[in-house]
């Protein structure tokens, strides 16, 4: 179980911040969810923690250790993997290519074997379509795909960006069931979400981004309680 | 060839519209089509060649293809519209009359208005073909142009309704075969040529194949089709997959074609599988990495002029060692080179990849001919007497002895590429291919792949580069233009992005046919185009699409 701890973190694009100075912790074992408005910086927290995108200033420590340095590749093999928004998955590769090209960083092919078959048991839908173009399966078992994609690099940490997009609410359901099975594998787990009362109901911890910056943070309970929170994003009357 | 291009012209176009109506556009179309095929001199110039000796010049088939189109194209139309097979044939030979007119105006205008001071084409020559013999458009010649047409198109219709569809699939297979039969008299000539008895002046004339040959060949193909079908077998074009049988047939064509025919047939067989290697090289960057590289030519050139320059025995000469020395020098280098391109243009993507890679290549080009580089590379006098290969002390010299020389080493190159593609190198390349912010946070890293690439798909072209120098024996900076990267891109996109059998057979197509169809001078690249175009339509995923390409299209 590995802790993520983000410092002061800035992203810029040109003249415009994106993410200003930012500072939270996504503790180790747990899932920590990151709410906030469209435009308010969440994919771009998730892209400076993967290296896609560069940071202006700022740390990123893995129990410790400075990754911020890092090329994105290498990130993988520190153990940050990310199931980015809108999954991009390769569409014109099957299921099973798919989960294999997320084992990329992996030598051990037994063990990678196993991680195949714990995922179509944790996602049984994908038995069904893994021969099958993965341009062309459902949304919802997309982002299965997607999920079981980066579990395949095995890492301690996994960032999850809007994984419930688009989907219907069942499939909402099982996808966030999903994420809890995999964080009780003792995955630390940074869920970015417009669905703000889902993600924080899953959540052990939880911060608010708005505007770049991080305005409200505590545990999820606390933060589905919290009036501001409430109004803004809950959709309540203060 | 033509036969294609029609069709697919109005499948881009067709729209439903009352059956009469559209046979006379089909008709009108077809026949501007006609007289624009007379008008540019395709006619003139492809009558000189036949298909059946004395009996249809490939102009003559053209300009009936045409109507025999415009009529079947017509009479499917009315047919799915619900009309009578009866009154279907009579729109198609409706649809050929316009033809047959559209023409007759021509031959009319041609001789009483004198239209030849602007349009050259418009010859008596013109005039005596298309009115079977005569050089004044009489009106009984105008006539019996009007009803050949007719003729013509009323047979295209009946073909397209009355005919059931298998034996119209047997015809439609059998014209083509005796068309192809005619088309390549030369290489079949000089392959029928080692047969004892004179069999080859008994099939071929001077001009193409002659009449009772051809005739046999067209019943036995018809026959074999019926009967195969009859048999239950699906043909390989109808399941999508090629047999084992095609790809043996291919091999073995491959390996003894120039053994059997004559040395020309061998030399663009050679031609052909030097850019076969080039081929393979590009679809290293471009079909698995995604990489797209208009300068690949100069890959090319750094292995011409690396063998040049350690082979060569005039002034220039640096060294003067053997090709099996310089070889694997100039396959380094060429290596290097693509490091060295790939190093500048790694960060810049797509359209600009295209753009940076194109002035690289030119930079290459532009160097090799420049003066300062001159007492170097030779400047636009390039360097002269490369020495041949010698094996076992015998020296390379045949163009079939130097094009095994290039097989083998295509045949090594598609080794290593299709091992490649299938390690965990070739599976970064497709994630890169596929998406390159995606590769990276799965852990792939894109510079070294990339430089992987670029530094693979180099050296494969700096072996045809090699290969090159000692086949034509010296090196001019005019060989490395940018026509060849093109060449490259279109052998790929043509046999399939992706693929490696596209890449033989695309470099067969693009490569081979022009150079065996030399004999009808310009007129080849017209149907070059023509063809890329209608490929486009017709088969956008290419000749032998890849895998996973074919996947997708049957998905989609």
Known sequence: ?238 | MSFNVVTSSFRVVRREREAGAEALRIGLIAGVAAVLFCLIGAYVALDKRDVVEGVASFAAVALAAIALVAGYTSAATANRQGRTPRRAVLLAGGAGLAVGACLALMVLATTNLGIRTILVAASPALVRALTFGTTAGSSGQIFLLLAAGFGLGAIGGALATLVPERLRRAIIRGVFVVIFAGLFRDVFFSIASNLPGGVDRMIYGSAGIRLWPAILLFAAVVAWTILRAAAGKPSAARTGGRSKLSIVLLVATVLVLPLITSDFVAQVAMLVALYMLMGMGLNIELGLAGLVDLGFVAFFAVGAYTVALLCSNGPLAIADVSFWVALPVAIVLAAVSGLVFGLPVLRVRGDYLAMATLGLGEIVRVLVLSDALAPVLGGSQGIIEIDRPVLAGISLNTPAELYYLALILAGAVAFISWRLQHARIGRAWLAIREDEDVAQALGIDPVASKLVAYSVGAAFAGAAGAVFAVLVGSVFPHSFQLLVSINVLAILVIGGLGSLPGVLVGAMVLIGLPELLREFGEFRYLFYGVALVAMMHIRPEGLWPAESTKREMADA
Do not use: C, W
């Open chain 1, 1 to 238: 179980m590995r802790t993520l701890d983000v410092r002061d973190l800035t992203v810029a694009y040109g003249a415009i911040s994106a993410v200003r100075s930012a500072s939270f912790t996504a503790a180790a074992g747990k899932i920590t969810a990151v709410v906030g408005a469209n435009g308010a910086g969440k994919t771009t927290v998730l892209n400076a923690i993967s290296g896609l995108r560069d940071v202006r200033a700022g740390r990123i420590d893995m129990d410790g250790q400075d990754i911020g340095a890092l090329p994105p590749h290498e990130r993988v093999r520190a153990g940050i993997a990310q199931v980015p928004e809108g999954r991009r998955l390769f569409g014109r590769m099957t299921v099973a290519e798919n989960l294999e090209i997320g084992a990329f960083v992996r030598q051990d092919r037994a063990k990678v074997r196993q991680d195949i078959e714990r995922i179509l048991v944790l996602f049984p839908r994908l038995k069904e379509r893994y021969r099958q173009l993965a341009g062309t399966l459902s949304g919802g078992e997309q982002q299965m795909v997607a999920m079981g994609r980066a579990m395949m690099a095995d890492p301690s940490v996994l960032l999850l960006d809007e994984p419930t997009m688009g989907l219907a609410p069942q499939i909402v359901d099982l996808v966030l069931e999903a994420v809890q099975a995999i964080n009780a594998q003792g995955v630390t787990v940074l869920l970015v979400e417009q669905n703000a009362y889902r993600a924080l109901e899953i959540a052990d911890q939880a911060f608010v981004l708005e505007t770049g910056e991080v305005t409200l943070s505590g545990s999820g309970e606390e933060l589905l309680s919290h009036p501001r929170v409430r109004s803004a994003y809950l959709g309540h009357d203060a």
